[in-house]
Each structure stands twice: as C-alpha cells, then as structure tokens.
C-alpha cells in the first residue's frame, strides 16, 4: 500500500556534494518520522540522520555538521543534503517512512526504499 523510492545517489570526489531524495506515495493518512540510514559493504545498516513531523532534526556524529535533512509534509518527500562528502560516506543510502496507513488506524509502520548508491572517491 505504500511505496517510498530513493533518487540522487552517485559517484562523487570527496569534498564534493550530492542531494538525496526520498518520496512516499500510496495509502498514506499520514507520515510521522523519516529518515536517512546507510550501510557500507560488510557493514550494519546504521541511522544517519531523522527528522520529526514537526520538522526537529537528528544526526549521527558522524555526519553532523557536513549533512542536512529536511522534508516537505505536502509531498511527502524527505531530502538529504550532503557536503563535504569524504570517501567513509560511501554506502548504499535507505529511507525510513514510518507511516499511518489510510484504514489501518493510528500506529507507525516501517517502509523502506529500495536504496541508493553513493560513491565517494578520494
């Protein structure tokens, strides 16, 4: 019933720059937190970065002060804005939806994308 699908991955050189996109579509009555996970090869998929439906941000330390998400409720849409990107960036980037589901009453459910691949070259 709900769909949420990546876009914006790719090769970068480090200190460059990429934006991130995820948008949410189906029987959606509402969408409470997203976020923004990545997960290297070999390694466990970890939170980069979330933000409520109120708009209040939260990140890794890893990625604090080089990374910045936002969302726009109207589209159901959550952005990821990376700079100063450095090759230990490199991952496959996955958006979390937790949403209401039209019929379904009011309990968050997890939906993923399919992920998108962010290379960082030195």
């Known amino acids: 019933q709900v769909h949420v699908v990546e876009s914006g991955g790719g090769l970068v050189q480090a200190g460059g720059s990429l934006t991130l996109s995820c948008a949410a579509s189906g029987s959606i009555f509402r969408i409470n937190a997203m976020a923004w996970y990545r997960q290297a090869p070999g390694k466990q998929r970890d939170l980069v970065a979330s933000?409520?439906?109120?708009?209040?941000?939260s990140y890794s330390d890893s990625v604090k002060g080089r990374f910045t998400i936002s969302r726009d409720n109207a589209k159901n849409t959550v952005y990821l804005q990376m700079n100063s990107l450095k090759p230990e960036d490199t991952a496959v980037y996955y958006c979390?939806?937790?949403?209401?589901?039209?019929?379904?009453?009011?309990?968050?459910?997890?939906?993923w994308g399919q992920g998108t691949q962010v290379t960082v070259s030195s």
């Open positions: 933000i409520t439906r109120g708009d209040v941000p």
């Open positions: 979390n939806a937790k949403v209401w589901v039209i019929g379904w009453g009011p309990t968050d459910h997890d939906y």
